[in-house]
């Protein structure tokens, strides 16, 4: 495009007043036909438009952005794959494409995007990020999901040097806010670990990883690891549970039981991590009937009670052990209508506090042998059936906020308690008064007190050693989120429901709480990028924990 005609499109910007996304697609109608071009891409006009000095610039971002659904939680989502390792589960199901890690295929999203940059971590997270920012998301506050099947298999020397990768490409994506240089600040706390100065710079990076989220099996979760996996700042972890039936797990060669999940859920929990369940109804052994009392099961027994969910139905992929069984017509998936159904009766079970993330996988159709789960819109057509029937989902996700600036009634603190083996759950929540505009949650877990016997020694706090809490008076914050158009740092904005003292107000509660409980100190899992927040609110950095005395 000729700098003349760019200088033409950037001047009309100023003038254009776009509210909406008609008037975004009238206003690129004129500019064609005005400067015979072909129609311009929202892409080609952000361009043009952050290249006005900033003084200049009108609020029209959230227009031209491309999808801002990628940004509208409050946070943008980078996956990134490790690199083919072997696999210790054996399940049935699992395809094992060469030169993958097990259970991906080659044609999935985020899969070729880590094939384009040889699976570097680095390179991955900076094409994600240059993407984000071409189709017009901010990317102040990433949160971090690290894909590729069982994270704690990989050698804990790999597992460093990703995560440090990943901390690089996000502290040079856009450089640092104004503050005193990282190597100080490193020094002042004694930190001369290479890994540890990465986290220490992304505090004042302009691309901040406000959590990291692994996935691996129950198996794996120890003491020993909760440590290692806090070193590295992870905030979130995956569990690959799919089914709480012993028998289901055994017939598909999962590797562990039903224990072991519950086992899992709980070191986790102590520890301040907030919890997903990945979730695969249709196994080879199970049934509708069987499926949808496993969802009841895992939100009313205090052995489970996830925080987040992830449900993805059986996909029948070739070459693996459960097609063989399909070919000899042992196995049968479940059709459309069958898992639609099934789907739609999850979703009736979901409580307040869980958040679905996702109700398919992102398996391309035509690798997919038969079955409802080659529908990769499934989401939107449960979504329809289930305003048909007129049963709305009380689930996180499909209460946030998101966009809707226009909501004029007044916000609500609300409080839900629910037990959660060795613990008490604390879901604290801002939302409209019908409950169905959520604006923020924070989860707040109170230990049984120190007089307390602990259940056991597994599940003791004290069996962390030095980077859990030194002892069971600490309350746990384990999840603060603001919800809604994300805000940027570096500029001190606000939107509707970011930076305008929610989360503070969460915390003043939570605060409350666990001294009204006899608790005299408070900690955060925080996410490293977030550390600044908690600094200003008086929390103080401690093995990992951002910690606070209760006056």
């Known amino acids: 495009m000729q700098k003349d005609i760019e200088q033409k499109i950037s001047e009309a910007l100023l003038t254009a007043n776009l509210q909406s996304r008609d008037d975004l697609c009238r206003f690129k109608r004129q500019i064609a036909k005005k400067y015979k071009l072909p129609i311009l ?37 980078v996956s990134v794959l490790t690199k083919p390792w072997h696999c210790p589960g054996k399940c049935i199901f699992c395809p094992n494409e060469k030169n993958l890690p097990k259970s991906y295929l080659a044609k999935e999203p985020a899969v070729q995007r880590a094939i384009a940059n040889n699976f570097d971590p680095y390179k991955q997270v900076a094409m994600r990020l240059s993407a984000l920012r071409a189709t017009g998301h901010p990317t102040d506050k990433v949160e971090l999901r690290i894909i590729g099947g069982t994270w704690s298999a990989y050698p804990r020397k790999y597992q ?3 995560v440090g ?21 490193c020094k002042a706390l004694g930190a001369f670990h290479n890994f540890q100065f990465l986290q220490q710079k992304n505090e004042r990076a302009k691309t901040r990883i406000v959590g990291i989220a692994v996935e691996t099996r129950p198996e794996y979760i120890t003491a020993d690891e909760i440590k290692f996996m806090r070193g590295l700042g992870i905030t979130k972890v995956e569990l690959g549970v799919q089914s709480i039936y012993d028998d289901v797990l055994r017939l598909n060669k999962r590797g562990h039981n039903v224990a072991t999940t519950i086992t899992a859920t709980r070191l986790l929990k102590n520890a301040g991590f907030k919890v997903s369940y990945q979730m695969m109804p249709g196994l080879y052994g199970s049934s509708f009937k069987r499926d949808v009392a496993m969802f009841r099961e895992i939100f009313i027994n205090p052995d489970f009670k996830p925080d987040y969910l992830k449900i993805y139905p059986l996909a029948l992929v070739k070459n693996t052990g ?8 042992k196995f049968k998936p479940y059709k459309k209508n069958q898992l639609c159904k099934l789907l739609i009766e999850i979703k009736k079970q979901i409580p307040y506090w869980c958040r679905v993330e996702r109700i398919i996988r992102d398996i391309p159709p035509e690798d997919i042998i038969e079955g409802g789960s080659n529908i990769l819109n499934m989401r939107e057509i449960i979504a329809r059936e289930m305003q048909k029937q007129g049963i709305k989902c009380k689930c996180v996700r499909c209460r946030e906020v998101g966009a809707d600036i226009d909501i004029k009634e007044k916000i609500y603190l609300f409080r839900e308690d629910y ?14 008064k019908n409950q169905e505009k959520l604006f923020g949650l924070l989860r707040l877990r109170l230990s049984p007190k120190p007089s307390s016997p602990a259940p056991s020694a597994l599940c003791n706090r004290k069996a962390l050693g030095a980077f859990q809490l030194p002892s069971p008076s600490v309350a746990l914050i384990r999840d603060l989120h603001i919800y809604g158009q994300m805000a940027q740092l570096v500029r001190g904005q606000t939107s509707y429901t970011q930076h305008k003292g929610l989360g503070k107000k969460l915390l003043a509660q939570a605060e409350k709480i666990a001294k009204q409980n006899g608790f005299s100190k408070i900690a955060v899992i925080s996410g490293v990028g977030v550390r600044p927040y908690y600094r200003k609110l008086g929390y103080r950095l401690q093995n990992t924990y951002m910690k606070k005395t209760l006056n």
């Open 41 to 77: 891409k929202n892409s080609d006009l952000l361009e043009i438009y952050h290249k006005l000095p900033t003084k200049k610039r009108v609020d029209m971002e959230m227009i031209l952005r491309k999808r801002p659904i990628r940004s509208l939680s409050g946070i943008v989502n």
């Open 419 to 432: 037990q959660a083996r060795d613990g008490q759950e604390i879901f604290l929540s801002y939302a409209t």
């Open 165 to 185: 990768e990943c901390f690089r490409a996000c502290n040079e994506f856009l450089g640092y806010s104004k503050a005193p240089s990282a190597l100080q600040a």
């Open 322 to 329: 459960l097609y063989n069984l399909y070919k000899q017509g």
């Open 160 to 162: 460093e040097w990703f």
